[in-house]
């Protein structure tokens, strides 16, 4: 029975923590506090839940105990400072405090939308640019992820003491920089915003193709970033670019059981059995992709890339891609978001369209770029491309080194096995 209910807490926490965690932040003014808050409901849940039942609304029992929680905090602070003068900001705190009881239609409306906005400041600080990028992934996934330390850990595959070093020290960097609890706005949003989406792609694209380890690919991090983005679509509609990545995620993760044999080794795109693409995340990408073009803003990066993923989605089979579309969508892509990967991807679409020579064209500059040195994708293009031009030897020696690039054991393989191809 207590082994169900604990399962049980556990569902509810993984769904609501970031909402509770938010709400109480707007109070308190302070996303670790808010945090330690939010943990005392849950350890309430856990003594109580197994004793008394489980309540009609578990989601709103956690969040009314946080939020009493939040008020008890601020009581005690004002005690505490209240020698020291000014507590107009506490005080308008805990006059703000309604604990709502969710127990009428307009009070449940209310709410929703309140929380509305207290997810995106949440997001938005939690993102926020003081931040490194790793312990802004970091954040993101315990606040709004819902991941413990250990999970994070796993899936990034560090000791679960670093994960908890950089979110002790982001929370301690938010407190220390005074980030205000609040939504950016005009300029500052969309600079922010393409931070916040940065982490969230950041997460999709380590579970989509791991960096180091043994698994090619890390489903969970995948779910976790569709659902952060899918959360963002919802809280922020009008933008353009929040649509555009959740397009670009849901048609990639559609591929996910193709991209990998009975073995679990890396299959590429070109080689992939395309019925095993999921179809309702390829018509949840182009819905998405729809409504970022209906909103008439400049194409931007996420989107552009969402249309390169539709032109593969759209093609039932890999001879029938629209090669010269993807060329010049990633032609655009380097005009508003220019760096060498992308160039580098240009080139095997170029490649695709023109032939072997025109994509080795464009590879070859790159082979100088110092930001591509430690690439291992760089040499794996350029070694695919010399093999279909007939310079055997010459791809062998680029397929190997690019096996000697990679920290991740599926890719070595397969560039190993590719290498001896090759000869």
């Not at 899936?155 to 938010?174: D, G, M, N, S």
């Not at 579309?325 to 991807?345: C, K, Q």
Request: aromatic share 4%; net charge neutral; proline share 5%.
């Amino acid at each position: 029975m207590h082994s169900a209910v604990h399962d049980t807490i556990a569902t509810v926490w993984r769904l609501e923590s970031a909402r509770i965690v938010a709400a109480v932040a707007r109070r308190v003014r302070d996303v670790g506090v808010a945090e330690e808050l939010a943990q005392d409901a849950l350890i309430a849940a856990l003594e109580h839940w197994p004793v008394n039942g489980l309540p009609d609304k578990p989601g709103a029992w956690l969040m009314t105990t946080a939020l009493n929680r939040a008020l008890d905090h601020l009581r005690h602070r004002q005690m505490a400072e209240a020698r020291h003068g000014d507590l107009a900001a506490d005080l308008e705190a805990l006059q703000a405090h309604v604990v709502p009881d969710f127990s009428d239609d307009i009070d449940r409306q209310r709410e929703h939308a309140v929380l509305g906005d207290d997810l995106l400041r949440l997001i938005f600080t939690a993102c926020h640019p003081v931040l490194p990028a790793d312990a802004r992934v970091a954040l993101t996934l315990k606040l709004l992820g819902g991941l413990s330390t250990g999970e994070i850990a796993r899936a990034h595959l560090v000791p679960e003491a670093t994960v908890a070093q950089r979110i002790v020290r982001a929370k301690r960097t938010l407190a220390d920089a005074q980030v205000p609890f609040e939504l950016p706005q005009g300029a500052e949003l969309a600079q922010r915003l393409a931070s916040v989406l940065e982490v969230v792609y950041l997460i999709f694209n380590e579970g989509y193709t791991a960096t180091s380890g043994g698994d090619w690919m890390r489903p969970a991090l995948c779910d976790e970033a569709l659902r952060l983005g899918r959360m963002l679509a919802e809280l922020a509609p009008q933008e353009a670019e929040v649509h555009g990545l959740v397009a670009l995620m849901e048609i990639q993760a559609s591929r996910t059981a193709a991209r990998t044999d009975a073995a679990g080794e890396p299959i590429l795109l070109a080689d992939q059995d395309r019925m095993r693409w999921d179809r309702l995340l390829i018509r949840r990408g182009l819905a998405a992709l729809e409504r970022a073009q209906a909103l008439g803003q400049p194409a931007r990066s996420y989107r552009l890339q969402a249309e390169i993923a539709a032109g593969h989605a759209r093609a039932h089979r890999a001879t029938d891609t629209d090669w010269p579309r993807i060329a010049a969508l990633y032609a655009e892509l380097m005009r508003v978001a220019p760096s060498p990967v992308v160039e580098l991807n240009r080139a095997v679409a170029v490649a695709m369209a023109q032939g072997p020579a025109a994509g080795l064209a464009i590879v070859e500059p790159l082979l100088a770029d110092k930001a591509l040195q430690r690439y291992p994708w760089l040499p794996a293009v350029q070694g695919d491309l010399l093999r279909k031009l007939g310079r055997e030897d010459e791809a062998r020696a680029a397929f190997a080194r690019a096996a000697d690039l990679t920290t991740n054991e599926r890719e070595q393989r397969l560039l190993r096995q590719r290498a001896r191809g090759a000869a």
